[in-house]
Structure formats: C-alpha cells, structure tokens
C-alpha cells in the first residue's frame, strides 16, 4: 500500500505537473491531453433530475442510505432500460449498484478470486487492472493484442489460458487505443472460452469493463456480450455515458444466466462489503434512475477526434483510428515512449506514454477537451513532428 501510494500512476503524474505549470504559464499556454476528465456536459436531465429531487424529496430519501445492493428503485430502471435496447431479461436482483467501474471491477475481482487464481487482460489495457487484481492476490496475465488492428490476438490468448485462468477482463471501445471489439471478435472469444471451461470443467468468467460503450461514432455498435457468452459479468460506469465522473456511480449485473449466479451475487456483496463500498451514493442513485441510458453530447467528441486525427497523421504521426472512447493512441517516432513525453513537454503538450498500458512505443492523447484548445495546440504538434524529422 505504501508503493502505490508513494507511486502515482503516470496519468496522474503528469496532470499534477499540468497543474503546476499552468500556474506557472497561465492556463492557455498548457495543451494538457492527460486526464480522461469529460469536457461535455451532462445531458440537461441530470440537472433537472437533481433540482427537482431537491425540491419534492425529504432528507431521508435523497441522503440517507439505501439497500446495500442499492435502491429496489434504481436496479429496477437500469434493468427496464437495457432490456428495452438490447432484447435482455434482467430483473433488479441482477445488479449491485457501485461507486463507478473501478469500484466494479476491484470488486468483482475480488468476489471470483481464489488462491492461484489469474486473470487475463489485452494490451493495451487500463493500468489499474493491474493495481485490482494484484492487491486481490491473483496474477495478471498480460496478452499481446494484434499489431494492425488492436483486435484480440487469439493464438496469443490460446496459449495463455490455463487451468488457472479464473476470468478474462475486455474493454470495448477501449481505454487507451478507442477501438471497438468487432462482433467477429467476440463471437471467437465466446468460442474460444466456452471450450477452455469445458476442457478445464470450471467456468472462465467473461469481464466486460464498459464505461465507454455508449461512445461510439460513424454508425459503430458495440456488441452486448451476455448475448454472446453466458458467464458473462458487466461493470458499468455512468461517468463518461452521462459526464459525470466525480460522482462515482455505476453498477456490476450479473445475468441469471451466469455459472453460479446467486452464488456469485452473494460474494459480489460480500466483497462490496469487505472493501466499504456499501451503499454508492444515495443522490446519484436515484438520478441514475430516470437518466440511464442517456448519452451527453457526443458531437463535440466526434470533432475533436477527426481534428486531432487527421492532423496529426498529416504531420507524419502514425495513429489507431479511434472508433469509440475519447483517446487517441499514436506510435512514438522513437521507441521510448516516455522520453518522447519528455520532448513533448518542451512544447507544453502533456502526452500519457502508453508503457503501463502494457504497450511500450505508444503515447494516450485524451481529447475531451475543448475544441479550441486542440486547435490552438496544432502548431505546437506540428512544430513536435519536425523536431522528430517527420515533417
């Protein structure tokens, strides 16, 4: 606990160091891409949501504590609106409300895992997954995915399942690359795990971390993965869907379908209990409840995402088109990632390098930020290109 404590996550690092130099330049004169921080607004909803609850509920209702598994209410609402757009059954007893997908995954993770247990994430992936399941006691177990396309490699996943492997965790649209798991992609994964928990007679729980399933762009659908693997588990987050990521709210669902699913309900309970986190904050419950399945803007993201990509690709960088999330994922022009970082700072440009991403070579460009200031940064990337003789 020390370690992590005195040991930031790079993200984090280099937005503390954001905040010290616009104090030090003035705000306009950093070009800050670090922090996946929405820049869009939160539908109108929310706030209506909010004020009206103010002004026609009592004390008790908006603050006091709800069931530990949260408001019969809330997990009733979420339930009917995924049912409604993706053809499901769920009922109110399939989900635990939670303070956000990290709170979901840490505590999934902690309810499967047994001794020896390991999990297994695709590069590039979230650094906290390694922070989640290692404090757990499981082994993480890092699979490379495909050079071209960041699709899942699966010859490389077929050689790292093992007896041991206890769940897979996937990311779609993805944290950092923004690629889409196509359906071709998930229904061989479904496959693939189907026949490794046969052979291994226990089951491989299937992860879906899916904070960014609603942004998508071009017409792109993102595949419901209980309708293509039955031991499927979903962690959800409304902070990116409904811009609301400083009031931590989310949900784990655990389809009926699922090996063991009240067994498994009840350890997610329990270890939402062992780890504090019950009872997700009673107000942002009951605003989940009447704005699920609403989405901010996501106009404002698709500009930004054409404006930086095409620019940057003209000045010579190469870059993974982003079909989801609000990241772009850009090859360094040398192979250390964080030195090239270095060299972006002289130009005031904050870039995450990609290396605890499990993808050394690579640099995050997080552009939910303003429209304006990815303009006002392009002489600035330009000026980058040509110290790195790309242009």
């Avoid at 009733?76 to 009922?91: H, K, M, S, V, Y």
């Avoid at 989405?295 to 079909?323: K, M």
Wanted: hydrophobic content about 40%; overall charge negative.
């Amino acid at each position: 606990m020390y370690q992590l404590g005195t040991n930031r996550s790079v993200i984090r690092d280099i937005f503390e160091y954001g905040n010290a130099r616009r104090a030090q330049i003035g705000a306009e004169n950093v070009f800050d891409f670090s922090l996946g921080n929405p820049n869009v607004p939160a539908p109108a909803k929310v706030n209506e949501t909010i004020r009206e609850l103010l002004n026609t509920k009592d004390d008790t209702f908006l603050h006091g504590y709800t069931s530990a598994q949260g408001a019969p209410a809330t997990r009733e609402a979420i339930a009917a609106d995924l049912n409604a757009r993706f053809g499901t059954g769920f009922q109110k007893d399939n989900f635990y409300i939670t303070c956000g997908a990290a709170a979901s995954l840490k505590i999934v993770i902690t309810a499967l895992f047994n001794e020896g247990d390991e999990f297994i994430a695709f590069t590039p992936f979230f650094p906290e997954y390694r922070v989640f399941v290692e404090t757990a006691g499981a082994k993480l177990v890092s699979v490379p995915s495909r050079s071209d396309n960041f699709q899942i490699d699966f010859s490389a996943l077929e050689q790292a399942v093992t007896p041991k492997t206890k769940a897979v965790i996937v990311n779609s649209p993805n944290n950092p690359s923004g690629v889409v798991y196509t359906e071709q992609t998930i229904q061989q994964l479904a496959d693939l795990l189907a026949v490794k928990s046969s052979e291994y007679d226990h089951p491989i729980y299937l992860i879906a971390d899916e904070p960014y399933r609603e942004l998508v762009y071009d017409g792109i659908e993102v595949p419901y993965l209980t309708k293509y693997y039955l031991d499927t588990i979903v962690c959800y987050s409304y902070s990116k869907s409904l811009s609301l990521p400083g009031e931590r709210i989310g949900y784990i669902l655990i389809p009926d379908e699922t090996t063991d699913a009240k067994e498994l309900y009840a350890a997610v309970c329990g270890a939402g209990r062992a780890l504090g986190y019950v009872c997700a904050p009673s107000m942002m419950q009951h605003v989940a409840a009447v704005c699920t399945g609403m989405v901010s803007d996501l106009s404002v993201y698709q500009e930004n995402r054409d404006l930086i990509y095409n620019a940057l690709t003209q000045y010579g960088f190469t870059c993974i088109h982003p079909d989801g999330a609000f990241y772009l994922f850009m090859k360094t022009p040398t192979p250390d990632a964080a030195e090239f970082c270095e060299l972006a700072k002289e130009f005031e440009l904050l870039l995450v390098p990609a290396d605890s991403f499990g993808t050394p070579g690579f640099v995050r460009i997080a552009y939910c930020v303003s429209t304006d200031m990815i303009r006002r940064s392009l002489p600035a990337f330009q000026a980058l290109a040509k110290s790195c003789g790309l242009c």
